[in-house]
């Protein structure tokens, strides 16, 4: 079975199409509202759902986060980068078998209790084939997923073998070997991993217009296509109050729109479009906000392809490429210059372990020279309709002058199914886009989707290594955060060895606010609704 490239949600906020974005319309929020004692409110411009079980949405992400809470939540600044939430504690002697014991007090909007069999029926519906839930992958790594989802045939059981009920608040997880960041995956944005309640199981599709949650905000009318979503706070959440009462997040099908609404004071917040982002702090000065998000963006090879297999054409080629420059001219410097294969924003992460990411022009002339030069045309590839255009054409530009190459041209697909297809067949025939949005910061999400042969973007890169895969099957199993970062920077080093991607830029989510918001929050570069407070 192959592997998706890259989780549409994380894509989409890449490319700043149909990204997370925050608005209150102008009957929404009252400043005077919280100092009167009327609910306060902002409104919040979202892409249109897909699906809003937690288990098979792609693109709803922001209502999802607002009605689940997850197990465990990213704390940087904890000793293990993430604290619990749900749980009351995540613990295991092996990294094998994970015992999870549950927080108390946690109900459902419904008023139903938050169990461990609320999880492992969840987990198990999620993870069973024929259900075809998107998010099921996410699931993969817990024994007896293979047999919930065999490559031929229907699957001869409905549950994981690796989970099992221990009492109304504690429930053990069995995965297919060590993997020190269990914990992390249990966190915020692994929405497959959230708990369901009874009633979902009477009527899925009446529950996906109409979900039950755990999490800081329920509900209050079922999805209707196209109209706004309205969510009120939770009044018996047991976890730290929303900050505002009520959130309208309103579906839109160009974030430019949604940008000018903001402009207009008819919108809260905007994830900034990449069509914007130079003229954004011209436009809002200090109500613009910048995050560090766990993406990064590299220049793919085909490694197939003679041209391409001497490392130091690809090196040359990205010690060719200005990146500082590239983001200052294009992402209004919002975007750092990547300088290890994994972005800044992972726990963890090191930077300046790229040698070969310094733009040094002379040095990757000489570099190319000792390669033997370059004959004949080169074409750099991207997803045409995905506002990359900008970027490509630059890139192109700059290996053409600074390595003197007559030929380099910079080649859209029609658009991003086109692109797929062509990556999904290695048909790409030059330097080319790539890139992986995790959904948890550990730097094994990025490193084992990108660099192995079993990783969902492995075809980003056609790359994987023996040596980098026991790296990480070290890491994995490393009985402390601190070694498993140590291996898995390793790891980086083993691949920055051979070179089969150059990276580019550590992403970041940005963000401009209207006047009405006073003041917001982020996890892992996405806005966390239950957090953002308006102006009293």
């Not at 609910?39 to 607002?66: C, K, M, R, W």
């Not at 929405?191 to 599709?205: G, I, M």
Request: include cysteine.
């Amino acid at each position: 079975m192959r592997h998706r490239l890259v989780p549409l949600a994380a894509t989409i906020a890449a490319l700043a199409l149909l990204a997370t974005a925050c608005s209150s319309g102008g009957g929404t929020g009252d400043d005077d509202g919280a100092a009167s004692g009327e609910p306060t409110s902002f409104s919040i411009a979202i892409s249109e759902p897909d699906h809003l079980v937690p288990g098979n949405q792609y693109v709803s992400y922001e209502v999802v986060t607002s009605v689940w809470s997850s197990l465990t939540t990213i704390d940087p600044d904890s000793a293990e980068g993430w604290v619990p939430l749900v749980a009351e504690s995540v613990t295991s002697d092996d990294n094998v078998t994970w015992t999870v014991t549950l927080a108390d007090g946690w109900t459902f909007h419904d008023g139903t209790p938050v169990t461990a069999q609320s999880y492992v029926d969840a987990w198990n519906y999620t993870a069973y084939g024929p259900h075809a839930q998107v998010n099921g992958g996410q699931l993969a790594r817990v024994a007896g997923y293979d047999e919930l989802n065999p490559a031929e045939g229907e699957p001869t059981t409905e549950t994981l073998s690796g989970l099992a009920v221990v009492d109304e608040r504690t429930f053990t997880v069995t995965l297919v070997g060590p993997d020190s960041q269990f914990p992390l995956q249990l966190s915020d944005a692994q929405t497959a991993l959230f708990p369901l309640p009874e009633s979902f199981y009477d009527d899925p599709e009446a529950f996906d217009r109409m979900p039950i949650g755990n999490g800081p905000y329920a509900m209050t009318e079922p999805w209707v296509d196209n109209e706004p979503i309205v969510l009120e706070a939770y009044a018996d959440f047991p976890g730290e109050a929303p900050l505002s009462d009520r959130v309208e997040l309103k579906p839109y099908l160009d974030m430019n729109t949604a940008y000018t609404d903001v402009q207009a004071g008819n919108t809260d917040i905007v994830f900034v479009p990449a069509s914007r982002i130079g003229q954004v702090e011209a436009d809002f000065g200090d109500r613009v906000r910048s995050y560090p998000s766990p993406g990064i963006s590299t220049l793919g090879f085909p490694l197939e392809d003679p041209r391409f297999a001497d490392p130091r054409v690809r090196q040359a080629i990205s010690m060719a490429v200005d990146r500082q420059a590239l983001s200052d001219a294009i992402y209004g410097g919002y975007y750092t210059p990547a300088s290890a294969v994994t972005p800044e924003a992972m726990i963890g992460s090191p930077t300046g372990l790229c040698d070969f990411c310094d733009f040094d022009p002379d040095a990757a002339r000489d570099l190319l020279a000792e390669a033997g030069g370059w004959e004949g045309p080169m074409v750099v590839e991207f997803p045409g309709g995905s506002g990359l255009d900008e970027l490509y054409e630059a890139i192109a530009n700059q290996i053409r002058q600074n390595l003197e190459i007559d030929d380099v041209t910079a080649q859209p697909t029609t658009d991003w199914a086109e692109w797929s297809a062509k990556v999904e067949a290695w048909e790409v025939t030059g330097p080319h886009f790539a890139r992986w949005g995790a959904l948890y910061p550990s730097m094994q999400d990025t490193l084992r989707n990108m660099y192995t042969s079993a990783g969902g973007c492995y075809n980003c890169t056609q790359y994987s290594s023996p040596e980098v895969d026991d790296l990480l099957t070290q890491a994995d199993a490393a009985p402390s955060n601190e070694e498993a970062t140590e291996l898995y920077i390793a790891a980086q080093r083993e691949i920055l060895s051979d070179f089969p991607t150059a990276p580019l830029f550590n992403d970041a989510y940005t963000f401009a606010l209207s006047e009405h918001i006073e003041e917001v929050d982020a996890i892992s570069g996405s806005i966390v609704l239950s957090r953002v407070s308006v102006h009293e």
